[in-house]
């Protein structure tokens, strides 16, 4: 299951020397782990800090179609976290349309 959260768009227009800065829009979706990756594969340490063992098929498949499906609307992947048997994926996407100042 993949639940959208939030959504925040930037729209300042950064100037660095002669070229405009791109402006982005991000929002966050959180993945159940549990459809992506059996649970007995992740060991995480008390740091928080987690591996990913034999990940033969498993639920990559879903995960490719959750990346997938983002790429076609052109949002690109920041980083997943994983926190509470959970994947908190941050996405980006450059707004191109122009905005009256």
């Given at each position: 299951m993949t639940k959208?959260?939030?959504k925040i768009t930037l729209f300042q227009n950064i100037q660095k020397g002669?070229?405009?800065m791109p402006r982005w829009t991000y929002k966050t979706n959180i993945i159940d782990l549990d459809q992506v990756i059996p649970p007995d594969k992740v060991q995480c340490d008390l740091s928080?800090?987690?591996i990913v063992?034999?990940?033969q098929g498993g639920g990559?498949?879903?995960f490719k179609e959750v990346l997938d499906k983002?790429?076609?609307g052109e949002w690109e992947?920041?980083?997943c976290q994983y926190h509470g048997g959970?994947?908190?994926c941050i996405w980006k996407k450059e707004i191109k349309e122009a905005f009256a100042s």
């Open positions: 959208t959260g939030s002669d070229e405009i928080g800090d987690c063992t034999d990940l990559l498949p879903h983002e790429g076609e992947l920041v980083q959970k994947l908190l």
